[in-house]
């Protein structure tokens, strides 16, 4: 077995309790190295700590909104079903009153009707035998669509109960999902009090260009330490196109215009190594490509970040979400939604951070754009 910087690469045959044990194992690392990345000194340390926390509780908070968000719409779409079946109900109600109408309208016609009476109910007539046989088996047919009538009422009344369930369930979802709205409102005023003290605190002791080289210092110390702890994990990358010929056909991970283009000045002589998609904080952003989650966690100065591989050398990032949806070792198809966008780290605007590497080095992505 090959050993890489003392990370043993996997065999083909590993099964799928080998490789969860090994993706346990790699998240573990991960945090690890993560804290050491994000590590700091005196007030700034302090105030980074401040600042992942605040961005970590507001990822927490957009997930279970995601959640009740989900259980509303499915709590809605079953009020819609029943909604159509008590309607069919109805409808179906209405037609058998309509035959047990006519069916009375008969029964007393033929009873008050003596000469009528008689004629049916004559010994010397032929048919006598028959027509009583046919006005019993009305009657019973009158009987039992009265006994289906009273069965769908019951029936209704019982969908009527579980939709009025479904509307106390959907009201008592809709009060969670605004008090978590509230909290969250909050938690993003405390996280916007946080980092003005850090930038603060950072101009007091060194220039944002000293800041922005030491963070992609960072990025690119996770990145190769990622590269180093997916040789324990095999390929398998299915059947899946060659992401190198994916050039002009990616989708764009967030909808909307870039607002920061590749190798444009950041502050000082630090450039973007990827372009800024600008949108509102919540929008989907998606996953460009086919591949596996190798990082999904928040880094300083990238706040929430996501690294997809995608096999030969090739990584998508993308940073500054205000929501995680996947974790580490996921598989993720070409346009599923993995995040929604934000501000966490140290962005202004709302949005995200997209960036494409091969073998660690950055890429203009917008030729790979649709």
């Known amino acids: 077995m090959l050993f890489i910087s003392g990370v043993s690469v996997a065999q083909p045959d590993m099964d799928e309790a080998e490789i969860n044990n090994k993706l346990e194992n790699i998240r573990q690392r991960l945090t690890s190295l993560k804290n050491e990345l994000n590590q700091a000194k005196g007030d700034e340390a302090k105030l980074i700590q401040e600042l992942e926390s605040q961005d970590q509780k507001i990822n927490l908070q957009g997930q279970k909104l ?155 110390e996770l990145l190769l330490q990622i590269s180093q702890y997916l040789d324990d994990l095999p390929e398998n990358l299915g059947e899946d196109i060659s992401f190198a010929k994916l050039k002009g056909q990616l989708v764009k991970p967030l909808t909307g215009k870039i607002i920061r283009s590749y190798r444009s000045l950041r502050a000082g002589y630090s450039r973007w190594d990827g372009v800024v998609i600008g949108n509102e904080a919540g929008e989907n952003v998606v996953a460009t490509a086919y591949g596996r989650v190798a990082f999904a966690d928040w880094l300083r100065g990238y706040g929430l970040l996501i690294v997809i591989d995608h096999g030969e050398d090739y990584m998508t990032l993308y940073g500054h979400n205000e929501t995680l949806l996947i974790e580490v070792g996921d598989w993720v198809q070409a346009d599923q939604v993995i995040a929604t966008a934000g501000n966490s780290g140290n962005i202004d605007p709302s949005g995200v951070y997209f960036e494409i590497r091969k073998a660690a080095d950055p890429t203009n992505p917008v030729p790979w754009f649709k």
């Open 66 to 220: 995601r959640d009740i968000k989900a259980k509303i719409d499915t709590a809605e779409n079953q009020v819609e079903v029943l909604g159509e079946q008590i309607k069919f109900k109805n409808e179906s109600i209405s037609d058998q009153k309509s035959q047990m109408s006519e069916l009375l309208r008969l029964h007393v016609f033929i009873n008050h009707d003596r000469i009528l009476k008689m004629m049916l109910f004559n010994p010397n007539t032929q048919n006598a035998e028959i027509t009583q046989h046919q006005i019993k088996y009305l009657q019973y047919k009158l009987y039992d669509l009265i006994k289906s009538i009273a069965e769908q009422i019951k029936q209704l009344e019982q969908y009527q109960v579980q939709i009025s369930q479904q509307k106390q369930t959907l009201q008592l979802e809709e009060q969670a999902l605004n008090d978590e709205q509230t909290i969250m409102v909050e938690q993003k005023r405390q996280r916007a009090v946080v980092l003005n003290g850090l930038k603060k605190t950072i101009a007091a002791y060194q220039n944002e260009n000293e800041t922005l080289t030491q963070d992609s210092a960072r990025l690119n």
